[in-house]
């Protein structure tokens, strides 16, 4: 290890004062310069402490799938009540084979398709948090561990699911060019989504709207982080 101000090479965090600066160099610096280093030292350490609180890919991964089977799970349900299923149920062993039934079919299923996704993932939104992510005890706040606003909120659901709104709206306007820009957002930001095995622990969207994810147990107040 070595010190940012005498450059000497130390063998462990004792011989130093702060987590850069060694105990000799320490010493010899005034008092208000130990102040400000002392204050920079605590800042970095706060910063680490909430790095190491942020949850990592796994459990984030655990709360997508928790969500997916969910979502079609209410999807299924949605399918028979529309009566989609009793139209289609005769004709499902010919989809692969048939491109124009295919077609067909995504098209009845879009509308369904859209409202589950923007109903269920708009959680986010309003609670900071999916039935996945409460399953497991994660929630989303602002990268300094306080309660996210809303405005974050939604700002990360639209940049979340930007592909989604793309495809909404080449359905809506019947554009063919969007599904391929919706193709390549998505695809964006799936790999987007492998950040989070980074030290931040933030995916794409993360970054973009100044969130993370933590437990809930450790999200905190303004005043308690001021304080």
């Known amino acids: ?11 462990s965090q004792y011989f130093f004062a702060t987590p850069s600066i060694c105990k000799d160099c320490y010493q010899k610096l005034t008092e208000d310069e130990k102040r400000t280093v002392d204050s920079i030292s605590s800042t970095k350490l706060q910063e680490m402490n909430e790095l190491e609180l942020r949850v990592g890919f796994g459990r984030r991964l655990g709360a997508y799938l928790l969500d997916m089977l969910i979502f079609y799970i209410i999807f299924g349900i949605a399918f028979v009540v529309t009566g989609l299923y009793d139209s289609y149920k005769d004709s499902f062993v010919h ?116 969130t993370a994810v933590f437990y809930k147990s450790s999200i905190i107040e303004i005043d308690d982080k001021i304080n």
């Open 1 to 11: 290890m070595r010190c940012e101000k005498c450059g000497n090479d130390f063998p």
């Open 95 to 210: 989809l692969i084979s048939n491109p124009q039934l295919m077609a067909e079919f995504q098209t009845a299923i879009m509308p369904i398709t859209f409202i589950i996704t923007f109903l269920y993932y708009s959680l986010e939104v309003f609670i900071a948090t999916t039935p996945g992510k409460m399953i497991l005890g994660i929630q989303i706040a602002h990268k300094d561990r306080t309660y996210a606003t809303t405005f974050a909120l939604l700002q990360r659901f639209l940049y979340k699911h930007s592909a989604t709104i793309i495809s909404l709206a080449a359905f809506l306007l019947t554009i063919k060019w969007l599904d391929l820009v919706s193709g390549f957002v998505s695809f964006a930001f799936i790999i987007g989504c492998f950040f989070v095995l980074g030290q931040k622990r933030l995916a794409f969207h993360d970054m973009l709207s100044k």
